[in-house]
């Protein structure tokens, strides 16, 4: 198994440029979360979905953020405009739904706005 | 505010002690789970324990439970140099989702 695929690993822009973040979740794997990391504020929970539906995104901090799931074996992260502050590492889990279960990580995405 | 929170911030021990980190939490939880983060990587589940579970073992780790007191500990034994990392707990109160502490970093000396 692949585990959990996370692109690009590194991303470095330019503030007011949109970027996206993409997921490939463990197949199989019926729920996803989307997480930041900081040194300030630890790992956050931005969203996650079960079976593709968003249940909370009351992680999301602002409406420049937006996720989306168009399949079981895909998910996004947008940011638009982006800003100096979203200056992470972003990580894209899954687990199984239903279950009392672990979550398994992909590598993160490392974000740099300019 | 952080469901976990983890005691101590940092700990650095020679190679072949024992590491303990402890890990409290706020509300009543279905089961803690504690994870690995070596530096630049994604988080490792290492271990879970359910809320009616008092300790479990895997390997060379056991994890305690207390939910009177509403903690829990981490026990590392006979360390290595390869355990040198962050070690998370994770509580879940419903559903999938995981509120994560803020970490203890471990360094083990060779």
């Known amino acids: 198994d692949a585990g959990v695929i996370q692109s690009p690993r590194h991303e470095v822009t330019e503030m007011g440029q949109e970027v996206t973040l993409r997921c490939k979740p463990i197949s199989g794997h019926n729920s996803l979360f989307w997480y930041r990391q900081t040194m300030m504020r630890g790992l956050e929970l931005l969203i996650y979905?079960?079976?593709?539906?968003?249940?909370?995104d009351s992680g999301m901090p602002e409406d420049r953020f937006s996720a989306k799931m168009p399949n079981a074996s895909f998910s996004t992260l947008k940011i638009q405009p982006s800003e100096p502050r979203d200056s992470a590492v972003y990580f894209c889990a899954s687990s199984l739904r239903g279950k009392v279960s672990e979550q398994y990580f992909g590598p993160g995405t490392r974000l740099t706005v300019t | 505010s952080q469901q976990g929170e983890e005691d101590p911030q940092a700990l650095s021990i020679q190679e072949g002690e024992n590491a303990t980190m402890n890990c409290s939490y706020k509300?009543?939880?279905?089961?803690l789970q504690w994870y690995r983060q070596n530096s630049g990587r994604g988080l490792v589940h290492l271990i879970l324990i359910r809320s009616n579970e008092r300790e479990k073992h895997s390997g060379r780790l056991r994890v305690t439970l207390d939910t009177s007191k509403k903690s829990s500990s981490l026990l590392i034994t006979a360390s290595r140099a390869a355990d040198t990392a962050s070690y998370f707990c994770?509580?879940?109160?419903?559903?999938?989702?995981?509120?994560f502490g803020e970490g203890t970093q471990l360094t083990v000396n060779p």
């Open positions: 994770a509580t879940s109160t419903s559903g999938s989702r995981l509120t």
């Open positions: 979905f079960n079976n593709n539906v968003p249940i909370d």
């Open positions: 509300t009543s939880i279905n089961n």
